[in-house]
Nanobody, 124 residues
Framework: QVQLVESGGGLVQAGGSLRLSCAASGESLDLHAVGWFRQAPGKERERVACIHYSDGTKYYEDFLLGRFTISRDTAKNTVHLSMNRLKPDDTAVYYC?????????????????WGKGTLVTVSS
């Protein structure tokens, strides 16, 4: 079992930056895919980025246009999401999720473990 806790959300002005963290406990994230997802009000949850924790291979959704970076800290069993040039459309609850295996199977329905989310609000 993996327990995930997100932190780092908050209110930021458009054009600003935030760094989210996802701390894992229960077992190591080795051999897991860890993804960041978001859900805006009235919209479906969508994947933002994913990382293979063992080797650091990263995947991003095209709509990000290079604004976000996913990374891992293997010493702390933690995954980060650095968000730059934030837009009001980025306003959402951001969730961290994990599954044993690959990001290719890491859709919303493919993840096994979820955190409770952290709210990011981008003002215009």
């Amino acid at each position: 079992q993996v327990q995930l806790v997100e932190s780092g959300g908050g209110l930021v002005q458009a054009g600003g930056s935030l760094r989210l963290s996802c701390a894992a406990s229960g077992e190591s994230l080795d051999l897991h895919a860890v993804g960041w997802f978001r859900q805006a009000p009235g919209k479906e949850r969508e994947r933002v980025a994913c990382i293979h924790y063992s080797d650091g291979t990263k995947y991003y959704e095209d709509f990000l246009l290079g604004r976000f970076t996913i990374s891992r800290d293997t010493a702390k069993n933690t995954v980060h999401l650095s968000m730059n040039r934030l837009k009001p459309d980025d306003t959402a609850v951001y969730y961290c999720a994990a599954r044993y295996g690959l990001c290719s199977a890491g859709s919303v329905n493919g993840m096994n473990y979820w955190g409770k989310g952290t709210l990011v609000t981008v003002s215009s």
